[in-house]
């Protein structure tokens, strides 16, 4: 199962460069879908969020083992793919999360550190 998480969120279409970002958004779900069917990722969520005024428009995100993810921004297909989208969109950001197992571990990290902090009204 799954215990990281990799999320790829995006902002703004550069003006002018429409056709293009439909081209690479369409490459993005296809090379995600093609990780997933060779078992290199676990599954992967795709979303576009409505005009909010915020500089997040959509996002993928990635699940995985940390292993996993490593290697996969390793190849060079994701980072031309990352290349290409950065031409095209505004406020790229890729960070690296936890979920499933991996967020009850860092969750059960967290309760550990605050028992040894004193807590203040």
Do not use: C
Request: charged content about 25%; hydrophobic content about 45%; aromatic content about 8%.
């Amino acid at each position: 199962m799954a215990d990281r998480m990799l999320f790829l969120s995006w902002g703004q279409v550069v003006r002018g460069r429409e056709e293009r970002a439909l081209e690479v958004f369409n490459e993005s779900v296809g090379f995600y879908g093609r990780m997933q069917q060779e078992g290199r990722i676990e599954s992967f969520d795709v979303a576009l969020l409505e005009p909010h005024g915020g500089s997040i428009n959509g996002y993928f995100a990635l699940h995985a083992s940390a292993s996993q993810l490593a290697e996969l921004r390793e190849t060079e297909e994701f980072r031309r793919l990352q290349i290409d989208v950065s031409m095209i969109i505004d406020d790229l950001r890729v960070v690296n999360g936890l979920t499933g197992d991996g967020l009850a571990r860092e969750m059960s990290m967290f309760a550990e550190a605050v028992s040894k902090v004193a807590q203040h009204a």
